[in-house]
């Protein structure tokens, strides 16, 4: 547990509202990641983020310092990120260009170095097909795939923070790997035969 | 290993979740099974892609809107105001029947009036070493957990035929509960009323 995060938390239990700004500007990143890989719109992503830290502030004495914040923030992110899927359901396919932004919010930028224009080009085919892909896996799919490589938790951490035992955690990241395997071999055939 | 077990060890090996024992026998598997060694190739390019798609960054600044949100929250604490009081009022009511029916069925058991019951279990705590020898006293113990087992059983049924009062020691037990759950009722309701 940072030290730094429960000296907050502490000032927060005290009555110092202010003192929960350090822990939004800290994990904001890391909740919209999760958040956005789970439902990938962006106007949705900023309530859906908003609303996780007024969850946490409002249910600070539950935290249990055992466990890391960032634990604990992200399994309220994904119980969030899930509800909302669950309650959406069917889904469509949203692509950036589609989302109409307000004024002063902010778009998602990619921040990797371009090589080359070819590059580019093939990463982007695959972050689309991923991103089709992600869409099609149930929430609970989702949020193991999320933690794994968009949080980059180990095992251990995804089952703490999605309060499942190890061996639902292992079955859950098979049949996701398993599913998106087979949804982006699927999509990558129709796109040859496009292009033929 | 046989080829199910390799699958089972696939992500866990991606993941470097395996004990050494373990990496070595897969990578044993994955070298002699041909089917095995292009289901790890197929794996590592959907682990690449996603490896890829983590660098795409989502920058998102939102700690302003979320610290002016937790500002102009209802200062109510940071747990539900509702949760001690009715805590209290369980508790209570629940200690309230189990003492009314203990000694309400040892009295009706015994044919002890309540009032000794409860001065022998009294003397019984402070001097549990003349328990032993007392026949009177362990009449009372147990006569009085057989009394509250055939009570429990005899409120439920009294219950259902609406005849309580016809053992009107029985009334004594039944209506505390229905007095605590009637209390926490309207404690709820006008509680709830208060706030909205």
Redesign the interface.
């Known amino acids: 547990m940072n030290q730094d995060d429960l000296a907050h938390i502490q000032k927060c239990l005290e009555g110092d509202r202010n003192a929960f700004r350090p822990l939004v500007e800290r994990y904001q990143r890391s909740v919209s990641i999760t958040i956005s890989r789970m439902v990938y719109d962006m106007e949705t992503v900023r309530d859906l983020v908003q609303e996780v830290f007024l969850n946490a502030f409002s249910r600070l004495s539950t935290f249990d310092p055992i466990y890391p914040f960032k634990t604990w923030i992200q399994r309220i992110a994904v119980n969030r990120a899930i509800d909302h899927l669950r309650r959406k359901r069917p889904e469509m396919l949203i692509l950036d260009d589609d989302i109409e932004m307000e004024e002063g919010s902010v778009r998602p930028q990619f921040e990797d170095p371009r090589p080359t224009p070819e590059a580019n080009l093939v990463k982007a085919e695959q972050s689309e097909m991923l991103r089709h892909a992600v869409q099609n896996l149930e929430p609970d799919l989702r949020a193991v795939i999320v933690l794994r490589h968009f949080q980059d938790m180990n095992y251990d951490e995804i089952a703490v923070a999605l309060d499942i035992p190890l061996g639902t955690v292992k079955n859950r990241i098979f049949r996701a790997r398993e599913k998106l395997q087979s949804l982006i071999l699927a999509r990558e055939g129709t796109t040859k035969e496009n292009v033929r | 290993m046989k080829c199910d077990q390799y ?2 060890l ?3 090996y991606m ?1 470097d ?1 395996l004990n050494v024992g373990e990496r070595d026998a897969f990578e044993h598997h994955a070298k002699v099974c041909g089917t095995c060694h292009a289901r790890l190739e ?2 590592r390019k ?1 682990l690449n ?15 302003d ?3 002016t ?3 102009t ?1 209802p200062a109510t ?3 539900s105001p509702l949760r001690l009081p009715i805590i209290i009022a369980v508790a209570s009511t629940l200690i309230v029947f189990l003492l009314l029916m203990l000694f309400g069925a040892g009295s009706i058991v015994t044919g002890i009036p309540p009032l000794d019951i409860l001065k022998t279990l009294v003397s019984m705590v402070e001097m549990p070493s003349t328990v032993q020898s007392n026949l009177h006293e362990l009449r009372i113990i147990f006569g009085t957990l057989l009394g509250v087992g055939k009570s429990m059983i005899l409120l439920i049924w009294s219950f259902f035929r609406s005849s309580v009062m016809s053992s009107p020691l029985l009334a004594i037990p039944a209506a505390g509960l229905l007095a605590g759950i009637a209390f926490i009722l309207w404690f709820r309701v006008r509680f709830s009323r208060g706030t909205s």
């Open positions: 699958l089972q696939l992500d866990p993941d979740e197929d794996r959907l892609i996603l490896t890829s798609a983590r660098n795409e960054e989502w920058s998102i600044d939102i700690a809107s979320i610290m949100a937790i500002q929250m604490g940071s747990s």
